[in-house]
């Protein structure tokens, strides 16, 4: 419990394998997956976890059967409305990551809405990546500092690493410490790739709508296990905790 991730970022995927398995419709899938962030948020805010970010739907995303883009704008609309008050009761704050004006007027109005309703809340923060691919989000940064010093209002030199992270949409979050992957697949498909810079990944071959408290549990403890160095050496690390545990003596 002493080595709680931070900010857990999440890749839902395998949802439309996992409904093809049964001989079920790809939005069945979908709908299933809707219980699996149910029980993910709850285990995350049970766990002290401050930051879920989840990858609900990807810019490339748009690009599926419009039969099944719909269907899924609906089900993320009527998913949010049912989950408000769960989410309240448990004080968890949402923040919408992505292109939401792309996003239909009905299920934008409901996102946008449980966003402003939580507002207020400072347990967990519940990041929903929407319409979002990080090539998108980045693309819109460097636009949007060309036009500030196109315009004079900060100079070429200004450009750190700092203001690129804050004219990102996760601007304020911490990086993800904790990358998960359901659904087999070994790949990141346009997410964060700013952000994860130096996080811990994990895959599993879990299908999303199959992920359950103890997956998330068994990706918890493989994190734990896992020596983070940030380019420094072991020795390095180990004597900078050992440091750390002494002064938390002392306190
Ligand atoms: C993830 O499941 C959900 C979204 C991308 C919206 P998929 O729909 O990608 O499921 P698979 O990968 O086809 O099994
Ligand atoms: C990634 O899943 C996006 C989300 C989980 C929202 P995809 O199923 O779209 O990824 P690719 O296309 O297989 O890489
Ligand atoms: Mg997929």
Known sequence: MTRIPRHVAIIMDGNGRWAKQRGQDRSDGHAEGVTSVHNAV?????????YLTLYAFSTENWNRPQ???DTLMHLIGWAIERELPDLLAHNVRIRLIGDIDRIPEGP??????????????TGLIL???LSYSSRWEIVEAARKLADAVSRGKMSISDITEDVVADNL??????????LIRTGGEQRISNFLLWQIAYSELYFTDILWPEFGKADFAKALLDYQRRERRFGKTSEQVSHEAETDSNTDTMR
Do not use: Y
Not at 169 to 178: C, E, F, R, V, W
């Open 67 to 69: 039969s099944e883009v």
């Open 42 to 50: 709850e285990f995350a805010s049970d766990m002290g976890v401050g």
């Open 127 to 129: 990041c929903m990546c």
């Open 169 to 178: 949409d996760t601007a304020g979050i911490p990086d993800p410490d904790l």
């Open 108 to 121: 934008r109005q409901k996102l946008l809405n449980s966003q402003q309703t939580t507002a207020h809340c």
